[in-house]
């Protein structure tokens, strides 16, 4: 979760300071909540607190992946109350998790994380361990540092492959890489899977400040406002007017002044500096925001989606952006929160019960109550 200072808030970056903003000179506060497919995890005064489930060792607090209790017959280790993560070495400045992995930007620049570790995503040069948890195989339940990566200012992560960006502004990848995702054709098999167990650099990027992870694709926001993406590209997610897939960064066509980034599972949004929002990608739930979930044009995929980025009708004055698998939510200036794409779940939180409020929408919807 991050929050987007105002205009008047932003201003030039110090000699030697590292960017961890989302635009040159604007400095968002860092992540200090992160939510996994199933465990959630809080940043307090350097130090981080987990709860949730635990069965790939993704609490942190080491021993064993089958408690601290047992919430039920699926995930038989879990906490419902927050836990202290134990072993990291330094301070912690920021922290990001998704499926059953966590990771915190340390002090100094370090990464550590812990967690599932089946495709090498833990960045430790090993995917057999350190430990095994349960009958998921790889995992570790004690924070341990990636290798080699140093000067770290953010990371993102999406369950399978995670990413960190330096403080020169390079961006190394590692995990999974079956369609490209870590920005590199080059790659060792595991189990007939290509994936990097220590991390890559994402060749040809110029200087990127924040990185998005999707479902096999990542898309970074750079020093100039314009972003780039590469990986798998079905639905239009790389946002350069093609659906072929790259293994290298491509351009997203037509954005300048872009000063954040959300990607979903198919989809992915840019902020705008003026405060409005761009998507790209699969439509099928309408997650563009478009008001129709009938294209603009049929991917290859079989889906309705766009293939470069479409403006969202009608939405103006949004400060930071946030996006689920199928859904996309906005926050705006005012402290309200508008969102739009899949329902099922009841996820864009506009309606009470009864009234149509699992359908999804294709226009922003204001969340009731908040």
């Known amino acids: 979760v991050c929050e ?7 201003g030039a970056k110090p000699a030697g300071e590292a960017d961890t903003g989302a635009a040159p000179g ?3 506060a860092r992540p200090t909540l992160a939510v996994g497919g199933d465990h959630s995890c809080v940043l307090r005064g350097g130090k981080v607190e987990c709860w949730g489930s635990n069965y790939a ?9 089958t408690g601290p209790q047992s919430c039920n017959a699926v995930d038989v280790g879990c906490s419902p109350a927050p836990v202290a993560v134990a072993g990291l070495s330094a301070p912690v400045d920021s922290v990001a998790a998704a499926g059953a992995e966590t ?4 002090a100094g620049g370090a990464v550590a994380c812990w967690g599932m570790n089946d495709l090498g995503q833990l960045g430790r040069g090993i995917t057999s361990g350190p430990e095994n948890c349960l009958d998921i195989g790889a995992c570790s339940t004690t924070p341990g540092v990636v290798s080699g990566l140093s000067g770290a200012t953010a990371v993102a992560t999406n369950g399978s492959e995670a990413c960190a960006v330096l403080s020169s502004g390079a961006v190394e990848c590692w995990g999974s890489n079956a369609f490209g995702e870590l920005g590199s054709a080059t790659v060792v098999t595991v189990s007939g899977n290509p994936v990097s167990s220590v991390p890559i650099m994402v060749a040809g990027l110029p200087r990127a400040t924040a990185v998005a992870l999707a479902t096999h694709y990542a898309c970074a926001l750079l020093l100039d406002g314009t972003i780039q993406c590469w990986g798998t590209n079905p639905d239009g ?4 007017g093609s659906t072929t897939d790259s293994t290298t960064p491509v351009p ?3 954005v300048t002044g872009a000063v954040a980034i959300a990607a979903g599972e198919y989809h992915t949004c840019a902020l705008m500096a003026d405060g409005t929002v761009a998507c790209w990608g699969d439509n099928v739930y309408g997650e563009l925001g478009l008001g129709t979930s009938s294209g603009p044009q049929a991917c290859v995929s079989g889906d309705p989606c766009a293939t470069t980025p479409v403006k969202v009708p009608n939405l103006s004055g949004v400060t930071a952006i946030a996006a689920g698998d199928d859904d996309t939510c906005a926050l705006l200036s005012d402290g309200t929160v508008r969102c739009w794409g899949a329902n099922l779940d009841g996820d864009l939180g506009h309606g009470k019960a009864g009234d149509g409020t699992t359908m999804p929408s294709s ?3 204001v969340v009731s109550g908040l």
Request: glycine residues 16%.
């Open 4 to 10: 987007l200072p105002s205009a008047a808030d932003a």
């Open 26 to 28: 604007v400095h968002p």
């Open 57 to 65: 060792g993704e609490l942190g607090i080491g021993g064993s992946s």
């Open 103 to 106: 990771f915190a930007v340390l």
């Open 237 to 240: 997610q790389l946002g350069n």
């Open 252 to 254: 997203v066509s037509h």
């Open 363 to 365: 226009t922003p919807v």
